[in-house]
């Protein structure tokens, strides 16, 4: 009914960047907020940075000043850009959605969706 498409990530050196993409597609009535997560080996999946549909942004202190979320509404999609990269950025970085879908075409249903991450690994 709804999926989270990732994109965007790979092999960069110490200081480069990356942009990640994330675009959101299905039976989607309404999107509250959408964010970014990562997880790297070993370790428990964390919040990177969030982003309300106010445009009110969230970002964990590791990231701040270096990672940028931002979206785009009409497209269903989200950006995660990242400068100044370390090697302690390297991860497996998941979008998560919070949206209302349409159930069963009349139904409706608040739920956090997932996508299928996408590796960025940042060599040093």
């Known amino acids: 009914q709804v999926q989270l498409v990732e994109s965007g990530g790979g092999l960069v050196q110490a200081g480069g960047s990356l942009r990640l993409s994330c675009a959101a597609s299905?039976?989607?009535?309404?999107?509250?907020?959408m964010a970014w997560y990562r997880q790297a080996p070993g370790e428990q999946r964390e919040l990177v940075a969030a982003i309300t549909t106010g445009g009110t942004t969230t970002y964990a202190v590791p990231v701040r000043g270096r990672f940028t979320i931002s979206r785009d509404s009409a497209k269903n999609t989200v950006y995660l850009q990242m400068n100044s990269l370390k090697p302690e950025d390297t991860a497996v970085y998941y979008c998560k959605g919070y949206m209302t879908i349409v159930v069963n075409t009349t139904g409706l249903r608040a739920n956090d969706y997932w996508g299928q991450g996408t590796q960025v690994t940042v060599s040093s």
């Open positions: 299905g039976s989607i009535f309404n999107i509250h907020a």
